[in-house]
């Protein structure tokens, strides 16, 4: 598990013998003058330019439709950039620095703006999108049919266009079959012998289009917002097919900002709840549950600083975080770098089937290997205590949830650790152990330090990398034992929660999904997260000496 | 070595500079400022893998796998009955998440498929719309059905179907429905079984199998409005009725009848391989218990001795109007013409026997099948589940209340921190 979805192995392997068959592949060599482009070279140049161009071209109308203008404005950038870059045969350190500062702005730099802006806002259930939306939600909802009132079978008809009217509605009561037609004006009866009436629709009217279903659908907003002023109410479509009588309850009064409830006369104003605004009724609390996107300034960040739950727990799973990184690594190193040892013997027969045999965890879904294990775990049917003939409790105390934690995570990322050192240690030569048992060594101690120095310049990144990983590793903690267990106090921290469960937990786990506080919890943890790597980073640069 | 990696390495180079291509697009693609979605923050990435993309049709139905073929056919007709072209798509995955983020975005469907405790949420997101049923329509259904899609005094939806849990027992075992819990353990632990109960909880509790026993206690969730609306500042968890329900528990948890070893991932198998003589569940669990075949009874869940009968949850499951759905109109039709008819009811109960919200197409399936007539009424009798948004927050301590208390947590101190939990998440 460890790593697999990070790729610093890129960055890391510190021979880069040879750099491959690019757009600049040939142009690897300084000197320019020399330079004679293959066919093969410049195809794949202009295919991937082109390729580029492809994409412009079919983006462009598209952010231009959805004026997003700052993504249009990095796309057309980006692309400018590649293309100048890659059309002359100058710019040779761009080259090579260009696609890695792209996918950097696209992949990490743009991410972490994003969640930063949006650490700022409330977003989140029941704060979604922007405060006209949550008024006209508010209102159409209060929408009700006239108590005892007719159920008209509707036609729309038309003396302008199917698309924007002005429409007439034809009703025929579905009770008596009385037919009458309405516009902004109000309601008539028609005569019977000005229409046509078809299974108790109208199909015909003189003067009149009548709309096709598809018609009425396609005209939306336009027919949906089309009222027939009646005496109590007014007459309003509902699907392509029928109208009612109904009438709006409340009403917004934009002057004042307030909605007001025309049954009652009581009114609602704004009025802040929690960090973010609601219509309030007098005494503060909220007359409708629907709120708008708002930008709250620090207020997430306040919250994780001043709420007691957070602080009282944050120190006791900030370190298991860390001894949880620092042990599933350096038990898949260990058991990873102790099974390459081994293996990497050439008296061993059959070290290809063994070794495929070793890295068979890794072939196997992360997801459905942690739900298999944690089936394993159970008290009374789970295989490791009816093989054990114990009844541990592994997922209600504390320590052994913890030890199950770590076993399976053990288990899921020693194949890597395994691959990595087995090629490590090929690269080793053999000549250095030799030496060393020449002059006397024992080979452990040769291994220890001959080889390991050796082996630690390559993989030791690896190790930060996975740390950082496994410090963040949600799937294997939510999956396996839900953070649990928990204490009958407390059910908001579990015994195996590492930070990023329990802060998922925090801000998904209580009145529904909130965005904002997530955002403000994943920029400190990126932050922490951050520190730690360039902590450890700076302690394996001591390594490169080896070399 | 050096060949292969030489290999690797120019894959890699051409993946790059392939990908630097993407990922730019993408970058442009991706919603610009004000309208982020959850990828770009920490949550996990299963959540966002389930919804697909809208398809291009005049009406665009989501549901869940099972409800999705279901409605195939009953879609079909209603758009060859109106002339357009109905697409029926599976959102296999957090459904209600998945549709509320398409419709802020304005890429939704334009009818879901779902239950009714997702209407709070999905209203205070602005995600569906009311509906008004006609008055003749309205009284074709059961009224537990219609209660459950009704919100704030308005109807929101159209149900099709109601669930609830009851109580099967092997009948090999225990031939008699018990009439009370005590005589439930008694017989459940003379029958031998290895397991008395199958009730699921597993390590975090599961409070909607729970709720039957709890509610028989004097325990609720939240307490009424006289509209007969949810309260959410009457909270149940904590009150004199959940720490006697806490304590019955503490003593069923010693006679062996409740376990946190039994989890929704065993709990039907285990019944199915009659070691267990009870077992609580819903309609979902009478496909594998047939398959078994193992005799079997079904009876509603009785409740404690000299206590309240036991109530369960219903729920209700219905069709929704997306409140950004392209064609809106026809969504409103489906909902009135096609959706609320007994083939409708007929398909979807074939999908999985739930029963239906008609009553017409209930009657049929009462009469037909013994067991729909007990899971409808228990449905019937049941509690209907609380749709209120801070529904959201009682789930996970009241769960985990149960869990402390099986794995013997004092009974009246861990519900009373559970309701102090849940009031500081609801604020």
Known sequence: MPARTHAPTEASLPRTATAGTGPDGPGRKPAPAHRSLSATTIAIRVALLGAVAAVVVWLVPVLVAQERWIGLAGLLLGAAALGAVYSTSRLVPAKYLLPGTLFLLALIIYPIIATLQLSFTNFGDGKRGTKEEAIASIIGSSVEQLPDSPVYALSVGTQGSTTDGPFTFFLVDAESGEVSRGDAEGLVDVPADEVEVAKGRVVEADGYTILTPREVNAAGPVVQEFTVPTENGAIRAQGVARAFEGRTALQYDEAADRIIDTRTGESYGIGLVGDSEFFVKEDGAPAFSQSWLQGVGTANYERIFTNDVIIKDFLRIFAWTLAFAALSVGLAFGLGLALAVILNDSRIRGQRLYRSLLILPYAVPAVIAILVWSSFYNRDFGLINETLGMRLDWFGDPWLAKAAILLTGTWMGYPYMFIVCTGALQSVPSELREAAVMDGARPFTAFRKIILPLLMVPVAPLLVASFAFNFNNFNLIALLTEGGPFTADNPYAGGTDILISYTYRLAFGGAGAQFGFAAAVSVLLFILTAVIAAGQFRATRALEDVN | ?427
């Open chain 2, 1 to 427: 070595m050096t060949t292969s990696s030489k290999l690797l390495r120019t894959l890699a180079l051409t993946a790059c500079l392939g990908l630097s291509v993407t990922a730019c697009g993408s970058n442009g693609a991706q919603p610009a400022q004000n309208e982020p979605s959850s990828s770009s923050t920490s949550t996990p990435s299963e959540s966002e893998t389930g919804a697909p993309e809208r398809a291009g049709a005049d009406l665009v139905i989501w549901a869940d796998d099972l409800r999705a073929k279901a409605l195939k056919g009953v879609a079909e007709e209603f758009g060859e009955a109106n002339g357009i072209t109905v697409a029926v798509q599976a959102v296999s995955e957090d459904l209600q998440t998945n549709f509320v983020t398409a419709n802020t975005a304005g890429n939704g469907p334009d009818v879901v498929v779902g239950a009714h405790d997702w209407i709070g949420n999905m209203v205070q997101n602005s995600a569906i719309d009311p509906l008004n049923l006609p008055e003749a329509q309205q009284a074709e259904f059961s009224d537990i059905a219609l209660k459950g899609v009704t919100f704030d005094s308005k109807t929101y939806g159209v149900p099709y179907a109601v669930e609830s849990i009851a109580l099967f027992r092997n009948t090999d075992l225990v031939p008699d429905a018990p009439a009370t819990v005590e005589d439930l353990v008694a017989s459940g632990k003379a029958s031998g079984a290895e397991n008395p109960l199958c009730l699921q909880q597993g390590q975090e509790g599961d409070a909607y199998h729970m709720y039957p026993l709890y509610s028989s206690a004097g325990g609720y969730l939240f307490g009424q409005t006289p509209e007969g609306d949810y309260d959410p500042t009457d909270l149940g968890v904590g009150g004199p009725g959940s720490i006697a329900a806490a304590e019955k528990e503490a003593w069923l948890a010693k006679e062996g009848a409740l376990k946190t070893s039994i989890t929704g991932d065993n709990s039907i198998s285990l019944f199915a391989e009659g070691k267990c003589a009870y077992l609580v569940s819903g309609p979902w669990a009478t496909a594998d218990v047939k398959k078994a075949g193992i005799n079997y009874a079904l009876s509603p869940i009785p409740g404690f001795a000299g206590m309240e009968p036991a109530q369960p949850l219903t729920g209700v499951q219905a069709f929704y109007v997306a409140s950004k759905g392209k064609n809106k109109a026809f969504a409103e039709q489906f909902l009135l013409d096609a959706a609320a008819t007994p083939e409708t009811m007929d398909a979807l109960y074939e999908a999985e026997p739930r029963p239906s919200a008609l009553k017409d197409a209930l009657a049929k399936q009462t009469a037909a099948d013994a067991d729909t007539a007990v899971f409808a009424q228990a449905a019937e009798g049941g509690q209907i589940l609380p749709a209120i948004p801070a529904m959201a927050g009682v789930w996970e301590p009241l769960g985990k209340a149960h869990a402390a208390i099986i794995n013997g947590a004092d009974p009246a101190q861990t519900m009373t921190s559970a309701g102090d939990a849940i009031r500081a998440a609801i604020g």
